[in-house]
């Protein structure tokens, strides 16, 4: 087992920067690939930045160059760094971590991005 607490969202002016937190306990965090994924309302979830546990990242097209994923492995922590956010960018982030075939999730955290 793994739980994940996510901290960091709220409510942000277009153009603007959140760092997203995710915490993780219960394994060992450096056996996990760390996802961000979010879903605004009436849409599906949908990945937004993976990082594997060799550091390795990817990204969803429309965040490439504004979001940045990291990971502190001594802190058992992987970040989501969001920048130049648009209203587009609303929705709940959730982290999640992944050794296949299990995964586990967190609770959300609110993006809200408008003026």
């Known amino acids: 087992q793994v739980q994940l607490v996510e901290s960091g969202g709220g409510l942000v002016q277009p153009g603007g920067s959140l760092r997203l937190s995710c915490a993780a306990s219960?394994?060992?965090?450096?056996?996990?690939?760390m996802k961000w994924y979010r879903q605004a309302p009436g849409k599906q979830r949908e990945l937004v930045a993976a990082?594997?546990?060799?550091?390795?990242?990817n990204y969803a097209d429309s965040v490439k160059g504004r979001f940045t994923i990291s990971r502190d492995n001594a802190a058992n922590t992987v970040y989501l760094q969001m920048n130049s956010l648009k209203p587009e960018d609303t929705a709940v982030y959730y982290c999640?971590?992944?050794?296949?075939?299990?995964?586990?999730w967190g609770q959300g955290t609110q993006v809200t991005v408008s003026s």
């Open positions: 219960g394994r060992i965090f450096t056996d996990y690939a």
């Open positions: 990082i594997t546990s060799g550091g390795s990242t």
């Open positions: 999640s971590a992944w050794q296949l075939p299990y995964s586990y």
